[in-house]
């Protein structure tokens, strides 16, 4: 093994390695922001362009990274999506929860989706497509922030309100004008959906889209709920209803499914 410089650690954490950082932080960026070109990501990663090009170089060969035809804006490549299929994959959680997903679908003709909190955010697991044509466009492995999602609040409203205001990035980023980011109005929402047991999203996320969400029971140290999302034209009080209802029972399900993963 070849012996670590001094440039390689300098100014990094103890015991880390500088271009594994900053390799890391490639990956990070992109997974967030796609088709970055050298530029924005030296200036969004403060890394000398000198250092990003033998770096790229690298991670485009290894298929971690891809270009485009004219070699200049980067994306992830075939191997990240591989890396992130096989976590999916090996996910206990994830593949018990299956079944209950398929139910909630079948159940409410909605979207589905199984997420987990990651820092401030929430990223998607899973997801079963709605059966209509006008549905919510999602992707699993978006991340979103925790405070504009029923997913993300009904995570955030297991915490008490010191817990929530170390977990997110103050101040809130707002996604539509609906987005709740004073704090004192997050703290009061969430603490309806602890009354509730469940959470809302009214048009915070995506105008026009309605969600509602409830949390799991934490499994080895993650913390992950369950939502349905419908364009606002559908969620009647009825289908509302209906929809709580078919959260309520899947939790439930998966909830006894992973107590083993509690132990």
């Not at 362009?49 to 891809?66: A, F, P, Q």
């Amino acid at each position: 093994m070849a012996p670590t410089t001094a440039d390689d650690t300098e100014g990094t954490p103890s015991g880390a390695v500088k271009s594994s950082l900053r390799t890391l932080e490639i990956l990070e960026l992109l997974s967030g922001s796609p088709r970055q070109t050298i530029a924005s990501m030296s200036r969004e990663l403060g890394i000398p362009k000198s250092s990003l090009h033998g770096l790229l170089h690298t991670m485009v060969g290894r298929g971690w990274l891809e270009t485009d035809q004219t070699g200049t804006l980067y994306s992830l490549g075939v191997r990240a999506f591989l890396t992130g299929a096989a976590f999916v994959e090996s996910d206990d959680l994830v593949t018990l929860a299956q079944p209950a997903l398929d139910l909630i679908a079948e159940r409410t003709g909605e979207t589905v989706h199984l997420g987990r909190l990651e820092g401030g955010d929430v990223v998607y697991l899973s997801k079963r497509e709605s059966r209509h044509a006008l549905r919510l466009f999602s992707a699993v492995g978006r991340r979103l922030p925790a405070h504009a999602t029923a997913l993300g609040k009904s995570i955030l409203a297991t915490f008490d309100d010191d817990e929530v205001d170390r977990r997110l990035s103050w101040p809130l980023e707002a996604l539509t004008p609906q987005t709740i980011t004073d704090p004192a109005a997050l703290h009061a929402e969430l603490a309806d959906a602890r009354r509730k047991t469940y959470a809302s999203d009214n048009g915070e996320n995506a105008q026009g889209i309605r969600c509602v969400a409830v949390a799991l029971q934490p499994t080895r140290g993650s913390y992950s709920a369950i939502s349905c999302s419908v364009p606002a034209s559908r969620m009647t009080e009825q289908h509302r209803a209906d929809i709580i209802d078919a959260l309520m029972v899947a939790r439930t399900t998966i909830d006894s499914l992973t107590r083993p993963l509690r132990r």
